[in-house]
């Protein structure tokens, strides 16, 4: 009897195995990963403590110079003079203690601290003009303490745990000044961008860092 061989199946085609990704590439892709996690958690620490005290001390300078002048209009010049001022201070010593830290300054925290920050004091310099025109100028010492106090919290969400407890102490001082008589104006300013600039820098600067 004759019997047939079976056919052995064709073999089936295969693609030629890729070369696995670099051990190089991976790692590089982990530590990124890693980066922008930690970024995304981190708290910004640059906050700067003696920069804090410097623009207080500047603020008790400004205060005693503006309540020695006649008009508002001269009394809002002094202040917005040493806004400029403290400025300057907060850029020079925040840039300073993240350097000396190895803090990114314009990305992570960072970036959502200012974000968070400036919004507030915007809305502040808005109703300035729309107060002073209308000739509501009393209530505009409150605005500033209460619109800044507003930014520090709303930043400090993305910082250390004291930032925020000084713009909550920056909002209740600025509701006090928008119901207390014009004759507080100038103590509470000078209570509030001053003498509360000076405490709570030195005590970041005690726990924190400089």
């Known amino acids: 009897m004759w019997y047939s061989t079976p056919m052995s199946p064709a073999p089936a085609y295969r693609l030629p195995p890729e070369d696995p990704p670099a051990l190089s590439d991976?790692?590089?892709?982990?530590?990124?990963f890693i980066r922008d996690t930690m970024e995304r958690a981190g708290a910004f620490t640059a906050v700067p403590g003696w920069g804090g005290v410097l623009i207080g001390l500047s603020a008790m300078g400004a205060g005693l110079v503006a309540s020695h002048q006649p008009y508002f209009?001269?009394?809002?010049?002094?202040?917005?003079f040493e806004a400029a001022i403290?400025?300057?201070?907060?850029?020079?010593?925040?840039?300073?203690?993240?350097?000396s830290?190895?803090?990114?300054l314009l990305s992570g925290p960072g970036r959502r601290f200012a974000l968070n920050f400036v919004p507030a004091i915007a809305v502040g310099g808005i109703l300035t003009l729309a107060l002073h025109r209308a000739g509501m100028t009393g209530l505009i010492p409150g605005i500033w303490?209460?619109?800044?106090?507003?930014?520090?919290?709303?930043?400090?969400?993305?910082?250390?745990?004291?930032?925020p407890a000084q713009g909550l102490?920056?909002?209740?001082?600025?509701?006090?000044?928008?119901?207390?008589?014009?004759?507080?104006r100038d103590?509470?300013?000078?209570?509030?961008?001053?003498?509360?600039?000076?405490?709570?820098?030195?005590i970041i600067a005690r726990r924190y860092g400089g």
């Open 26 to 32: 991976r790692a590089i892709d982990n530590l990124q």
């Open 73 to 80: 209009g001269r009394w809002m010049q002094v202040w917005f």
């Open 86 to 99: 403290a400025l300057v201070i907060a850029t020079w010593t925040t840039r300073r203690k993240a350097a």
């Open 101 to 104: 830290a190895g803090v990114p």
């Open 145 to 163: 303490l209460l619109l800044y106090g507003t930014g520090v919290v709303a930043a400090g969400a993305f910082s250390i745990p004291i930032v």
């Open 169 to 184: 102490s920056f909002m209740l001082l600025g509701t006090v000044a928008l119901f207390s008589p014009p004759s507080w």
């Open 187 to 202: 103590p509470l300013m000078v209570l509030g961008f001053g003498a509360m600039h000076v405490v709570f820098g030195f």
